[in-house]
Nanobody, 124 residues
Framework: QVQLVESGGGLVQAGGSLRLSCAAS????????MGWFRQAPGKERVFVTA????????YSADSVKGRFTISRDNAKNTVYLQMNRLHPEDTAVYYC?????????????????WGPGTQVTVSS
């Protein structure tokens, strides 16, 4: 099990940028692939992007490709989400999650450990 805490959320104007961080506890961070999900009010939690254990491969939802970038620093037990050219429809609570095993996962059910989330609000 790994404990996760997100930070970096806030209010930003459309077209702006934010960088989210997710700090993980424990000594086995590099054994987890990591993902970011988001949940808008009244909607389901959906996949945003994910990164493999080594950080060499990533996978992103079409809605954020070219705008959002996931990265990780295994020495710091941290995963990042750089969000550029933000749209009002990106407004949501953003969650990081940890998944054991190779590759990446796109389904909520594949991830066992979740952070409490951080609010991102994009004004028009």
């Amino acid at each position: 099990q790994v404990q996760l805490v997100e930070s970096g959320g806030g209010l930003v104007q459309a077209g702006g940028s934010l960088r989210l961080s997710c700090a993980a506890s424990g000594r086995t961070f590099s054994s987890y692939s990591m993902g970011w999900f988001r949940q808008a009010p009244g909607k389901e939690r959906v996949f945003v992007t994910a990164i493999t254990r080594s950080g060499t491969s990533t996978y992103s939802a079409d809605s954020v490709k070219g705008r959002f970038t996931i990265s990780r620093d295994n020495a710091k037990n941290t995963v990042y989400l750089q969000m550029n050219r933000l749209h009002p429809e990106d407004t949501a609570v953003y969650y990081c999650a940890a998944r054991r095993g190779p590759g990446v996962g796109r389904l909520v059910s594949e991830y066992a450990d979740w952070g409490p989330g951080t609010q991102v609000t994009v004004s028009s």
